[in-house]
């Protein structure tokens, strides 16, 4: 039932609580040790937990039904009293409200999908430890063959469970193509291979049909848009812009570029008349996602509410119906799944600035949040082994900054040299594909270390070499790579 988006599922709930509390210099410990594989470790322990408990308040029940002597009533009492501690404590605890009144399946999905589990464990209780214990009156034991049976099913039931929930999440890994070909057929990245980051265990899939944008806070006329009103709009516009996330790794494959078409953020903003208080813009989406950015920001002519992405509907798993698009920050400000934008004085700290990750503002010349300058060594792969002579490329960035130039260097950053940028690049929002040439001098390993300059004014340009971790703003160092080359 959580899956077709009316039910809750309380292993996620309990996960989504747990993670939101989390400070994020200890979620950004477990994610760089574990990668995506801690979101996974959190759901196994919190699916663990929830499959435990019902043996555990099952103990009494044969125990009860002898005294009670009434079956149903025993069946009733285990379907509804967990039903109620769970509706009314569980759920308010964890922070999905009331009788899950807060969380994505509202009240009546919320009890109508925790009565019915709760039954459904009643009924295996009900069977096991009333019918099969009534027929097997001096204990029930399993042959040989039917203990083998059992096993073979609980390792198929792992081996299918471990799977599926591997598909909810993945490794981050080194941004790699086969070669430079594939990296120039793919300067745009195609919808399916483009980078996934969430806080969610499941996504939200939200109806375009009835999906609304409102437009409230400190402005004259708050608005309220469809996806109709906006696809209707004269004024949409498109742009060519890269998105990385935040808790990517230097080298990382969290990193990808789309064409987006939308509405200009301004417009909407300058229809709703945005009040001299206003200095902010928060918004507000569909699983509960909160960020910020300041007003100049927002009202940027290429920041948009993207509609669409590579020229096709915005996929679900990329935000759709639709996303804010701030081209030059951190992915975590292009909000997904949009569904209201609030005008608010003074900043505006959003799920993950609350837990401790960089806000979007002006520090001095510098802007916080914003994508910082990286080369990217994509082709060839990690610890390839290469003879004659080979091209190296990769991929460069420094958000709306745009590239200056690239330098590699083969010898594990003694020299330097300067590759080879694609020109022109898709537009100075996106990252600059480069190649540079190189014959090894003789057999051995090589270190390969790449590094970016970027259009900034003043020229502190120079990407920064002291290597840093994502958290809080964002990861630093030179890419490298080792090669071998066959003596």
Known sequence: ???????????????????????????????????????????????????????????????????????????????????????????????????????????????????????????????????????????????????????????????????????????????????????????????????????????PEVDRASWRLGIDGLVATPASYSLSDLAQRTDSQEELATLECVSNEVGGNLISTARWTGIPLANLLAAAGVTPAADWVAFTCADGYTVGVPLAKATNPSTMVALQMNRDSLPSKHGGPARIIVPGLYGMFHAKWVTRVTLVQGAFFGFWQQKGWTNSEFAGTKERGAIRTTAIIATPAYNAVVSGPVTIGGVALAGDRGIKRVEVSTDGGASWAVATLKTPPLSNLTWVLWTFNWTPPGGGSYRIVARAFDNSVPPDDAQQSVPAPPFPDGAAGYDSIPLLVPG
Not at 22 to 33: A, K, L, M, Y
Not at 37 to 53: C, E, M, N, P, V
Not at 87 to 92: E, G, R, S
Not at 119 to 136: E, G, N, P, Q, T
């Open 1 to 203: 039932m959580r899956l077709s988006g009316i039910g809750v599922f309380l292993p996620e709930v309990a996960v989504d609580f747990t993670v939101g509390r989390i400070p994020g210099n200890v979620e950004s410990f477990f994610i760089r040790t574990m990668g995506e594989g801690a979101k996974l470790l959190a759901l196994i322990t919190s699916l663990t937990i929830f499959l435990l408990t019902p043996g555990f308040y099952a103990l009494p029940y044969r125990w009860i039904e002898k005294r009670v002597r009434n079956r149903w009533i025993v069946f009733a009492l285990y379907g509804l009293v967990p039903s109620a501690i769970v509706l009314f404590a569980v759920l308010p605890i964890l922070g999905a409200g009331f009788l899950g009144s807060l969380s994505a399946a509202g009240t009546t999905g919320a009890v109508v999908s925790q009565v019915l589990s709760a039954f459904l464990s009643a009924s295996i209780m009900d069977y096991f430890l009333v019918d099969v214990a009534s027929r097997h009156p001096e204990g029930f034991s399993l042959s040989r063959r039917q203990f083998i049976v059992a096993v073979g099913v609980l390792i198929a039931a792992a081996a299918v469970t471990v799977t599926g929930l591997t598909t909810l999440v993945t490794r981050p890994a080194r941004l790699v193509f086969a070669s430079v070909q594939e990296m120039v057929s793919k300067e745009i990245t195609p919808n399916d291979e483009f980078y996934v980051v969430t806080k969610n265990l499941i996504d």
